[in-house]
Structure formats: C-alpha cells, structure tokens
C-alpha cells in the first residue's frame, strides 16, 4: 500500500493511484519522482547548488517506466491511419467554421495558441490555428520530434501540462527547450471507433494552471470538432 499523502483526500489519491498506474510503476515511486522534479526546478531558481545534487537529478530526471516505451505502436495502427486517411483533412486548405472553433478555444480559455492537429506517420498537420505565426503558419506542419500532441494520440486521454519544465516526458522535448511551449491543454478527437486521429489543443508559452472549467470548455469544443470530421452526434 502506499504512503499517504498530507492533505489528499480519497478522491486526490485515487487520482494520484490511477496515474501512476498509467506510467508503469508505484505510487510511492511516481510521487517520489514529482517532489524530486519541483525540488530541483525551485533549488536551482534560487540558485542553489543542491540542484545538481546526484541523487536528485536522477530521481527528477528518469522517466516513467511506460514513457520509455515506443509511442509507434498505437500512432502506426492501421485501423487510426485510415479513420485519418477518411477524414480527408491532411493537407486540406483551412475551413472557416472550424477555424471559429479554434479561435473559440482560444478565446475561452485566454490562451494565445490554439489548434486542430492531425497526427500523421511521421508527422503533425495542422489543419486548423489560432495564433500561431512565422515559418509555421505557412507550413502548418511540425515533424514528429516537435509534436506534443502525439502524446495524447497515443494515449488516447487529454493532457493536462501546467508547466512543461516540471513534466517527466516533456521537460526534455525541443519546443519546451525552446521555451515556445510550457503549458498545454489538449483533447484527443476519436472516431466512432475510438480512434484518435488528432487533437483539439491550446498552449502558451508561459506557465499556467488549467482549471477544471477549462478542461470542460475544451472538452464541449472538441465534441463539436468530432461531430463536424465524422458526422456524428457529441455525447
């Protein structure tokens, strides 16, 4: 059994037990793994030399069990590719209405960027952006070592990322090195089959704390999403 937790509740450790689960190991070990990451980020803010600390670095810096796992497996399936592959949004030329709903999401959750991406082989279109300037708003595509997004196509679940810096998988990744991304909201947009194809998302690259009202704003917008790609009435 694992250690409680000061001041969480049943409701917050079940959700601490659920997520731990999720990445493949124990609870004890996933909250370890937590308070090494935020320890090191707030030493070496203030600059403090503990943060380089050897035993320290390897508990913040080692990733879950489950994320050393290759992400190929559910992004290669061949039953998501052709619900893609349907869809006929790859490459496709920007539609106002869901260019409203983008802007929508934006708007709603008062973040600057905003998206529909569609997750490819080896790639992520974007079919549909709010915000998003330079090189990128002309190509409207990122290679697969750039996109977030396919972390919630993979996983089939929302992402809920208040500061990337203090995350396992994407402290590490280029656009959170960068600094173009430190927080992140996304939903998975799934075919009737359940397949998710892509993602209605919104980032910032500034660190912030996503509410429960946002998840559900995005959560209703996303459903609109689905119903338009596939024709289908939103739960």
Known sequence: MATPVPGFDDALSALLDREAARVGESTDAFVSRAVAARLRYH???IGDPAANGELLATLADSPP???????????????????????????APRDASYDRIVRLAAESLTAPTAAISLVDTDRQFLFSTFGVTGELEQTRETPMDRSVCQYVVASGE??????????????????????ALLSY????????DGNSIGTLCVWDAAPRQWTTGHVQVLRDLAALVRERIFNIVAD
């Open 43 to 45: 030493l070496a803010e």
């Open 185 to 192: 909201l996304g939903i998975p947009l799934k075919s009737a």
């Open 65 to 91: 069990p489950a994320v050393q796992q290759s992400l190929a497996s559910p992004i290669l399936d061949p039953a998501r590719l052709a619900d893609l592959a349907a869809t006929g949004l790859l490459d």
């Open 158 to 179: 929302p992402l809920i990322v208040d500061d990337a810096r203090l995350h396992p998988v994407l402290k590490d990744h280029p656009v959170v090195q960068e600094r």
